[in-house]
């Protein structure tokens, strides 16, 4: 085929399949958003979600443990970037130990995959990645709904390296395709670390049922020494059989669309003078009981969880000349898109009496959260 008829080729490619509206799947893949914080010291002890939104560390049973931060050192094009470094290695690996960094996707985000049924189409997986040293990893795309598998392994280098990876389209699964709800049915995981529960088999280049011996066959140990430092971003899933650019996005389409998972409501640190962030309007329902609604700034995911950080003083109340110094908070009816939270243990007022709640410290913090 001649240059130009490669090219053509190329731009029937795109025109008709990847280059049209939104193509990249993930969320948060350039990093940018990180609502809970930029830096998180002593990760390892247990999974959760700590700097950048959406990416869920997912570990267990090592000793090994690392610092994870949102920093800016990004390959050109990227302001950001997800680094971990290891802070205490663990080299007496027990065959049940794991780590990976994973992203979790709705079922309902994924139909467009067609997945487990005729007509179900490759997905192409992209990302940049640099390390301290090299490292043979595995990324890997999982289903839940029918506990299957798919893998691919990478060599990382200390530069900044763009890898894509093809992978094969799941047409007989011998279940149903992928839900069609707001529960996790694909995730994006790259693997860091594993025991022989993890290493012992074949690695899973085509799609099979989940084995966990197939996951990391191969990999090298993130937790092999203080010295490693791991760096992710610009994560593009697509569907399709050609990594196309980054789909870049504007800061705020990507802060609403993790907003649907977690959003922070207020926090005393990002207010005009670093402590006193407003909170929501509220009333007094009897002279120990104050109510308050808070509207969020998007529907959720599902119905939230209050996650408040709360100690002696870090909420005031303010009403009728006067105020008073709350320590937390608990929920009493949610749904989606509106909270109703209260106190009755360290309010003392006048029923009827309305005013406005506001965080007092720093530190205070009211956010919410669906994750997946």
């Not at 649907?260 to 207010?271: D, E, F």
Request: hydrophobic share 35%; proline share 2%.
């Amino acid at each position: 085929m001649t240059k130009a008829a490669e090219l053509a080729k190329m731009g029937e490619v795109l025109t008709n399949s990847q280059i049209g509206g939104r193509r990249n799947i993930v969320i948060n893949g350039a990093m940018q958003v990180a609502q809970r914080a930029t830096s998180a010291t002593g990760v390892g002890a247990s999974a959760g979600y700590f700097t950048c939104d959406r990416w869920k560390a997912e570990l267990g049973n090592s000793a090994g443990r690392f610092t994870m931060s949102q920093t800016s050192d990004g390959p050109t094009g990227f302001a950001n970037c997800l680094k971990l470094d290891c802070t205490t290695a663990d080299t007496s690996i027990a065959a049940n130990e794991f780590l990976y960094i994973a992203q979790s996707l709705e079922g309902q985000d994924v139909q467009l995959l067609n997945k487990g049924v005729t007509g179900a189409k490759q997905v192409t997986l992209s990302f940049y990645v640099k390390a301290s040293s090299a490292l043979n990893l595995v990324a890997e795309i999982q289903d839940y709904d029918n506990g299957r598998i798919i893998a691919k392994s990478y060599a990382t280098t200390t530069d900044w390296v763009r890898h894509e990876m093809i992978f094969d389209a799941d047409t007989d699964d011998g279940s149903s395709p992928l839900d069609d709800d707001n529960g996790a049915s694909l995730a994006v995981n790259f693997w860091l670390h594993g025991g022989s529960n993890f290493t012992s088999g074949t690695l899973n280049t085509s799609w099979q049922n989940r084995t966990d011996a197939n996951r990391f066959v191969g990999g090298d140990s993130f937790f092999s020494s203080t010295d490693n430092n791991f760096f992710l971003t610009g994560v593009q899933l697509e569907v399709g059989s050609q990594a196309t650019p980054f789909e870049h996005r504007s800061f705020g389409e990507e802060l609403a669309l993790c907003q649907r998972y977690y959003a922070v409501v207020a926090h005393g640190a990002s207010s005009q003078d670093g402590t006193s962030h407003p909170v929501s309007m509220g009333a007094m329902y009897n002279s120990s009981t104050l109510y308050s609604n808070l509207e969020l700034p998007c529907d959720m995911r599902t119905t939230p969880t209050l996650e408040i950080v709360s100690a002696t003083g870090y909420y005031t109340f303010y009403r009728n000349g006067g105020s008073d110094v709350v320590d937390d908070f608990a929920l009493t009816k949610w749904g989606t898109r509106v909270l109703e939270f209260y106190n009755n243990s360290d309010i003392s007022g006048t029923a009827g009496h309305a005013g406005f709640i506001r965080t007092s410290n720093s530190a205070a913090k009211f956010a919410v959260t669906a994750e997946l």
